[in-house]
Nanobody, 122 residues
Framework: EVQLVESGGGSVQAGGSLRLSCVVSPSYVHGRTYRAWFRQAPGKEREGVAVMGYGGATEYADSVKGRFTISRDNPKSIVYLQMDNLKVEDTGMYYC???????????????WGHGTQVTVTS
């Protein structure tokens, strides 16, 4: 069973920064080497934010390009999401996921954390 535990959420003013962390265990999941962040705002569908492959390839949602950075520490099995210049519209529950493709579509992801809340105030 794959377990994902997110942390680092909180409340911040617009323009501020947060760094989310997600510990994945076990560290290796056969066939599922992609680590991603998704988010869901109240009343909206879940959307992909950023994904990173084991070798470093990345994809970002257009809405966060230039502001968010995904990274991973493979030996420690941690994936991070550095969020800078946060906007009110970034508010939502952020989920870490393990998946099978470099994709921001949640159909490729089998394992999910419980989420960490990010609230950006004006």
């Amino acid at each position: 069973e794959v377990q994902l535990v997110e942390s680092g959420g909180g409340s911040v003013q617009a323009g501020g920064s947060l760094r989310l962390s997600c510990v994945v265990s076990p560290s290796y999941v056969h066939g599922r080497t992609y680590r991603a962040w998704f988010r869901q705002a109240p009343g909206k569908e879940r959307e992909g934010v950023a994904v990173m492959g084991y070798g470093g390839a990345t994809e970002y949602a257009d809405s966060v390009k230039g502001r968010f950075t995904i990274s991973r520490d493979n030996p420690k099995s941690i994936v991070y999401l550095q969020m800078d210049n946060l906007k009110v519209e970034d508010t939502g529950m952020y989920y870490c996921a393990v998946g099978r493709a470099l994709s921001l579509t949640d159909l490729w992801y089998n394992d999910w954390g419980h989420g960490t809340q990010v609230t950006v105030t004006s």
